[in-house]
């Protein structure tokens, strides 16, 4: 097991012999409903100074272009319309070269990589200019002990100039955590896994686990709950499913819940890290509960007899969206976290748990609250189909963004702009991992080395 | 440890034992289950080449075992789409499950709840945990002691059928009784 270490990033500003300021609004990428209007970005490959550092510089600037162009954001401009061309980032660039009609950039990077000679250690320095305005927008640098962490650098970098030109946080610089399943072997068996969120730098996780289910990842730290199939310890025969709160950066990992008359699972963190929601089932009912791992105390929330499972808090932590077939079949319910009725946004009546969804013949699951707020993502299985899609917490706006074999288990980005989830491509295909804007635009593979189910996407590092 | 190899119990549990109703798929046998140790006289054949291991003979599985209990109980009983109720014959083939295991009083269960592929990996770990426990309540109600049974839901995720149509997804809704305890050391 190859284990990267996460690194600390050293932040500088830059400072530069600034091109003169001219008032104007700033460049923004337009926003149309929610759609954004792709906004033309040029990144020239990088500037390097020192050993090995051009290599660096060509490999950085493509994943930087990969990242932002992975975005509904931006649209890169193709190398090959350049006109200037060895940018030194000390200079402002000839703006006129940037503008003309064949390469129309609205905005463009001019960046540096310096390996130093002595202590091996890595620079990325990097200007975003207002093409139109003609002035700079932005400049920052950035430095790792070693030469191999050059991809978090890339995605540093890409997550600033989203972040400046959208005024969205990015999500480049995080990971995505899932369950590797290797084709042929028996279904249950699946391994934890980790990769950054393009899919570069795909490892295992644990080495003596082999049957993982539903991963996810803490709001905050670097921390996953999953769920694990284990030999009973009596009776080595029987099978146990236990929950682990696993720290990847220490590799410790506690059991939380086991119990000899209940099974414990879909465990999911609060918005604060601090408590967790999840799902038991005692005599065959599920229902749902939270457990404060500081405190380490449990309330129960539900009280149906119905299956209640999947449970997912909003950002705010004071409600919970889940699955229940309290109803007919599984729809999607919301209650307050204390427990206490609330007012339910279509009835106007007061309930312990108000239904968000509504559709005649379609079985809903999977609720997973965005960290924005705004939506809620879901699957759902009508005509005999899985798909993704997204609901507003009024039940209102409900919109299906994928519509595979079998798309499920959905995952947000850090800035709740993008889903990972999960798709079987058609009868008897190995499960992969996708993504997609929260638009429903831009469905893209996350290639994976074997197959993959259960993404879940880990906050920003830091 | 007990180690009871006695003609008439197996006699006995023969008689007793009901096969699948026609309504539901045929029960498979489960993965070779863990060599039982010498605890079965070995017939001294050796020319023909070896049959399948689950043909009952009375030289078959040892007496109290789990290969014993598959043989002579019906193993697995089979749902509806995502019902996890029993019906008649899921409780004639139980009843074979339940003299057996009154018929070797050490022996100890896990009942195990299986969904097919459609719905989500929650959902079916809950419906899963209703089918074990339809079957587990069963067992109880006819006089098992709740503490030789217990349950163990694997959802969607440990199907005995592969396929994906209408037939794998009926053999996968099932609740499998798993002998974890048997009755020979």
């Known amino acids: 097991m190859r284990t990267l270490k996460l690194i600390t990033i050293a932040i500088a500003a830059l400072v530069l012999p600034a091109a003169p300021a001219v008032a104007q609004p700033p460049l923004k990428v337009q926003v149309v409903g929610e759609e954004y209007v792709p906004m033309r970005v040029a990144i020239p490959d990088f500037d390097a100074e020192g050993p090995g550092a051009e290599q660096v510089a060509r490999d950085l600037a493509d994943v930087l272009r990969a990242d932002l162009a992975s975005s509904t954001a931006f649209a890169l401009v193709d190398k090959a319309a350049f006109i200037e061309r060895d940018l030194d980032i000390a200079l402002p660039p000839t703006f006129g070269d940037w503008s003309v009609a064949g390469v129309a950039a609205q905005a463009l990077v001019v960046g540096k990589i310096v390996v130093n000679p002595g202590s091996n250690s890595l620079t990325v320095q990097f200007r975003l200019y207002d093409v139109y305005g003609q002035s700079q927008l932005f400049a920052r640098e950035y430095s790792v002990p070693t030469p191999l962490n050059w991809r978090r650098l890339a995605h540093k970098v890409a997550d600033d100039v989203y972040s400046r030109l959208t005024g969205d946080e990015g999500y480049f610089d995080s990971r995505i955590a899932f369950v590797s399943k290797t084709p042929g072997e028996e279904s249950l068996r699946g391994r934890l896994a980790i990769m950054d969120q393009d899919g570069a730098n795909a490892e295992f996780l644990l080495s003596g686990f082999s049957a993982v289910i539903n991963p996810r990842f803490s709001p905050t730290e670097q921390m996953i709950l999953y769920g694990a199939y284990v030999p009973d310890p009596k009776y080595p025969q029987a099978t146990l499913l236990r929950t682990y709160l696993y720290d990847i950066s220490t590799g410790r990992q506690e059991i939380l819940a086991e119990n000899p008359n209940s099974m414990e699972y879909s465990a999911r963190f609060s918005p604060d890290g601090k408590s967790i929601a999840f799902s038991r089932s005692v005599n065959g009912n599920a229902d749902i509960y939270v457990f404060d791992l500081a405190r380490g105390t449990e309330r129960r929330l539900t009280r149906d007899s119905g299956v209640d499972t999947s449970p997912s808090f909003s950002p705010d932590g004071k409600r919970i969206v889940f699955e229940s077939d309290r109803g007919l079949g599984p729809q999607l319910y919301m209650m307050n976290e204390n427990g206490e009725a609330m007012e339910c946004p279509t009835s106007r009546t007061r309930e312990a748990a108000c239904r968000i969804s509504f559709e005649t013949g379609a079985r809903f699951g999977d609720p997973v609250w965005s960290p924005r707020g705004d939506w809620i993502a879901f699957s759902v299985q009508r005509r005999g189909q899985f798909a993704i899609g997204v609901i507003q917490p009024d039940g209102k706006g409900l919109r299906v963004l994928s519509d595979g074999y079998q798309d499920e288990a959905p995952s947000w980005s850090p800035n709740g702009r993008v889903i990972v989830f999960q798709r079987t491509q058609a009868k008897g295909a190995g499960p992969k991992l996708f993504s997609v804007d929260l638009t429903g635009r831009n469905t893209r593979r996350i290639a994976t080395p074997r197959d993959a189910t259960n993404p879940t996407w880990g906050p920003l590092l830091k | ?185």
């Open chain 2, 1 to 185: 440890m007990m180690r009871s190899i006695s003609l008439s119990a197996l006699t006995a549990a023969v008689v007793l034992s009901v096969s699948a109703c026609a309504s539901n798929p045929p029960p498979e046998p489960e993965p070779a289950p863990p060599a039982v140790e010498k605890a079965v006289v070995t017939p001294p054949r050796v020319s023909p080449p070896p049959s399948p291991p689950v043909a009952p003979t009375p030289s078959g599985p040892a007496a109290g075992s789990r290969a014993d209990f598959s043989a002579k109980a019906t193993d697995r009983v089979y749902f509806d789409y995502d019902q996890y109720n029993l019906d008649d014959a899921d409780r004639r083939a139980l009843a074979a499950q339940v003299a057996w295991l009154k018929q070797y009083p050490t022996t100890r269960v896990e009942v195990q709840g299986h969904a097919d592929e459609r719905g989500t990996k929650d959902y079916n770990i809950a419906l899963g945990g209703r089918r074990a426990d339809a079957v587990a309540a069963y067992l109880k109600s006819q006089g098992i002691a709740d503490t030789r049974i217990q349950t163990i839901s694997f959802g969607k995720d440990k199907p005995l059928d592969t396929g994906h149509d209408e037939a794998a997804w009926a053999r996968n809704r099932n609740a499998f009784t798993n002998v974890i305890v048997e009755a020979i050391s």
